[in-house]
T-cell receptor, first 114, second 113 residues
Framework: ETGVTQSPTHLIKTRGQQVTLRCSSQSGHNTVSWYQQALGQGPQFIFQYYREEENGRGNFPPRFSGLQFPNYSSELNVNALELDDSALYLC?????????????FGPGTRLTVL | EDKVVQSPLSLVVHEGDTVTLNCSYEVTNFRSLLWYKQEKKAPTFLFMLTSSGIEKKSGRLSSILDKKELFSILNITATQTGDSAIYLCAVVSFTSGTYKYIFGTGTRLKVLA
């Protein structure tokens, strides 16, 4: 059983650019959630995907968008990057959309916006 | 607005000490409370609590939830240097047909040898 993987590990972009982060969910999991974790803060919920549809969203602007594919892997896209977007981006997968299912986190992508 | 508050923000103890970490919350449509340990990047799951007064235990770690007073505590007994980490509390809410996970800022624990 493979765990949650994310790519790339690190990324440096400049303001105004666009970025795509990728996440492969744990085998057997069909739900993926994305989080932004700024330094010294707890993870902030961006959105969740279940069966290829967005199933919940936190307080993030529309320039944060995502996709989930038939194999349940997922992408997070951020357009028009701002300096404050610099953070660790975590994805987490679970078996199905339910509070009674444990989420398993990937190692994260560290994004730096200059 | 939903919020989760953890205290203390940081804590330094010596090996063998017992620590208690606190998590209070104000969340509509509460479903469950989760504790995670974050050492480097990926938070790792510790406990999920859904019912008041039932203690969850794993080795030296234990946790309990009080849904009336809206808080949870995480206890670590006989601390070891390997317990040094950030401990995150998250509350799951269910609103408008979707689940959301609201995290606190975490408690940074450092255990000295």
């Amino acid at each position: 059983e493979t765990g949650v993987t994310q790519s790339p590990t690190h990324l440096i972009k400049t303001r105004g650019q666009q970025v795509t982060l990728r996440c492969s969910s744990q085998s057997g999991h069909n739900t993926v959630s994305w989080y932004q974790q700024a330094l010294g803060q707890g993870p902030q919920f961006i959105f969740q995907y279940y069966r290829e549809e967005e199933n919940g969203r936190g307080n993030f602007p529309p320039r944060f968008s995502g996709l989930q594919f038939p194999n349940y892997s997922s992408e997070l896209n951020v357009n028009a990057l701002e300096l404050d977007d610099s953070a660790l981006y975590l994805c987490a997968s679970s078996y199905r959309v339910s509070s009674y299912n444990e989420q398993f986190f990937g190692p994260g992508t560290r994004l730096t916006v200059l | 607005e939903d919020k989760v508050v953890q205290s203390p923000l940081s804590l330094v103890v010596h090996e063998g000490d017992t620590v208690t970490l606190n998590c209070s919350y104000e969340v509509t449509n509460f479903r469950s409370l989760l504790w995670y340990k974050q050492e480097k990047k990926a938070p790792t799951f510790l406990f999920m609590l859904t019912s008041s007064g039932i203690e969850k235990k794993s080795g030296r770690l234990s946790s309990i939830l009080d849904k009336k007073e809206l808080f949870s505590i995480l206890n670590i007994t006989a601390t070891q240097t390997g317990d040094s980490a950030i401990y995150l509390c998250a509350v799951v809410s269910f609103t408008s047909g979707t689940y959301k996970y609201i995290f606190g800022t975490g408690t940074r624990l450092k255990v000295l040898a």
